[in-house]
């Protein structure tokens, strides 16, 4: 049994089987809620707490883009930052035990005593309510635990008083509902497969089941699959990439100190991870697991390429063109990129494309294949062409996205150093990873850019149509604004973030572009200067697409022609 121990640690030893499965949450971090003890925590990989806010009968957490932590506070919710800013707050007269950050930025909670179902505006105004209960009737302590907003727009609600989940269109109706036979129901989830995902507590035998939407319980894991009987109360859970679920395991009415706060299942119901520190949580009722950089790990998705599918027309793409299609990890959407083969002891050189474009833009722009393809092929670079969600300027799903889809093909063709290369909005894009994973990348050629916010700043101040669709459409991507998301878009700003890029960069800047401010690329210049692998390259009298023709040394990541003027 693989048990995260440190000092001060009760460690309990569920005398489970050890699954064959290697255990996804050992060495993870993670956010927990301690209902008892009336806090939101983040535990490090050894065990000790970094991050602690108050959190009375804490029973519902998120963690979110850029790292700031979504609770319910009892008769309210929060997010707050990790400097320890509040991002956003609801105070209620009524008991709140659910909460979810929904893709608009709008904040969903479910109210337990009013039976009501909110969206909250990023101003805390209700823009939608939906009551279970008829007018002046109040459901008390009981009615209501977990509740989720779905991606049709419907309601799935743990009616805990009641031993029941039901599901609600937004006009009320009943759209499904499931009799829990064990321990009452307080968390739940629709899987991918449509299938229903509950926790049940007390009062009934606790454990974990999956419901058809048929009605029928095609899996579940309770005592009698546990030695040890190691669980009491579960209560919130998350599907985790290797397809095991970590569980909460409530410890109160009673049971404190008598079992593991936490437990990793593996889908065969072997324990192949436990988390038990009895001196500093009291009954962890929610849980949630950072991913890389601090993002928030995906829910049950995991990352897959989905198909592989050559390239027949040999006019447009290099023999050996593959079209990936892949589902991504952060929200079960698919998207799709090229991949030409080369020498993998060389380079593998990332195109991102620009503005309004897609994944093959080096292929079909004629200008861009004509001078890029060219260099590529010659110098026998692995060329991997994303199609980036479109304008998304690198936003937390495309980011997500691209380090899933680099540790796929890594894995499927070899490919060894990295690097970035794009125009415009694929130079931003560049930037913007190079920023939250520089430890992924070899180098960085970006083309005609400046810091992401000042960018985004200057586009929707623009009186040009096109500039202003670029702002919406990259703050729909993000889910909110740079005002709305400060955390999310700082991490990928290059002048927030300038000692984090050590690696091989050149910018690439026309002196006249009319759709990025220079003055703002000459801020990046003067940040990134100190560092002795940047080199920026300023075309006098340049245009937009000047900063695109500049001959680099793909191999050395430097530039092949004299500078025209250097900064």
Avoid at 454 to 479: E, I, M, W
Wanted: hydrophobic residues 40%; positive net charge.
């Amino acid at each position: 049994m693989k048990t995260l121990a440190s000092a001060g640690m009760c460690v309990w030893a569920v005398m489970a089987v050890i699954a064959a499965d290697t255990p996804y949450m050992k060495g993870k971090r993670f956010a927990a809620g301690d209902y008892t003890g009336g806090r939101v925590c983040i535990v490090e990989a050894d065990g000790k707490i970094s991050w602690e806010q108050k959190a009375p009968s804490c029973d519902d957490l998120w963690i979110l883009p850029g790292g700031s932590i979504l609770f319910n506070t009892g008769h309210g919710v929060k997010e707050v930052a990790m400097d320890g800013k509040v991002l956003f707050e609801y105070q209620s007269v009524s008991e709140i035990y659910a909460v979810q950050r929904l893709a608009n930025g709008n904040t969903f909670v479910g109210e337990c005593s009013s039976g009501r179902l909110l969206e909250l505006a990023p101003d805390g105004k209700t823009v939608k309510s939906l009551s279970l209960l008829p007018e002046g009737q109040k459901g008390g302590h009981s009615f209501m635990r977990n509740a989720r907003v779905l991606k049709n727009g419907n309601y799935l609600v743990t009616l805990c008083g009641q031993k029941t989940v039901a599901e609600y269109a937004p006009d009320g109706k009943e759209a499904w509902t499931f009799k829990v036979p064990g321990g009452v129901p307080h968390s739940v989830q629709r899987l991918a497969n449509g299938n229903t995902l509950i926790a049940c507590g007390d009062r009934g035998e606790p454990g974990l089941l999956e419901v058809s939407p048929g009605g029928e319980i095609v899996w579940k894991v309770d005592n009698s699959d546990l030695p040890g009987r190691p669980l009491k109360f579960l209560t919130g859970f998350q599907k985790l990439p290797n397809g095991n679920v970590l569980i909460s395991n409530w410890l109160g009415h009673g049971k404190f100190g008598t079992a593991p706060h936490l437990l990793e299942i593996t889908p065969e119901k072997k324990v192949v991870w436990t988390y038990a520190d009895h001196r500093a949580f009291k009954t962890i009722a929610a849980v949630g697991v950072f991913a890389e950089g601090g993002e928030p790990l995906c829910g049950e998705e995991r990352f897959a390429v989905l198909a592989r599918t050559p390239m027949t027309d040999t006019h447009v793409y290099p023999q050996g063109t593959v079209k990936l299609r892949y589902r991504s990890a952060f929200d079960g959407k698919e998207d799709w990129a090229l991949f030409t083969p080369g020498d993998t002891n060389r380079n593998t050189v990332v195109y991102l494309h620009g503005s309004f474009s897609s994944g093959d833009q080096i292929f079909t722009r004629k200008d861009v294949r004509a001078f890029w393809l060219t260099r590529i092929l010659k110098g026998r670079h692995p060329l991997l062409s994303i199609n980036m969600r479109g304008t998304s300027y690198m936003s937390p799903a495309a980011t997500r996205d691209l380090t899933d889809l680099l540790d796929a093909c890594r894995g499927t063709y070899g490919l060894g150093r990295v690097v970035l290369l794009g125009g415009s909005g694929g130079a931003s894009s560049a930037m913007a990873y190079a920023c939250v994973h520089p430890e992924r990348v070899d180098g960085v050629i970006a083309m005609g850019m400046c810091d992401i916010v000042a960018r985004l700043d200057f586009a929707r101040k623009s009186s040009l149509p096109v500039l202003q669709k670029l702002a919406a459409t990259v703050f729909a991507a993000y889910g909110g604004t740079p005002e709305e998301l400060p955390e999310v878009y700082r991490q990928r700003s290059v002048l927030a973030q300038a000692d984090r890029l050590t690696m091989p960069i050149i910018l690439t800047m026309g002196e006249k572009d009319a759709l990025i401010p220079v003055a703002e690329t000459r801020k990046i210049a003067a940040a990134l200067k100190r560092h002795p692998a940047f080199r920026y390259v300023e075309i006098p009298g340049g245009n937009h697409d000047s900063a695109v023709w500049v001959d680099v040394d793909l191999e050395a990541v430097r530039v092949r022609e004299p500078e025209t003027r250097a900064r």
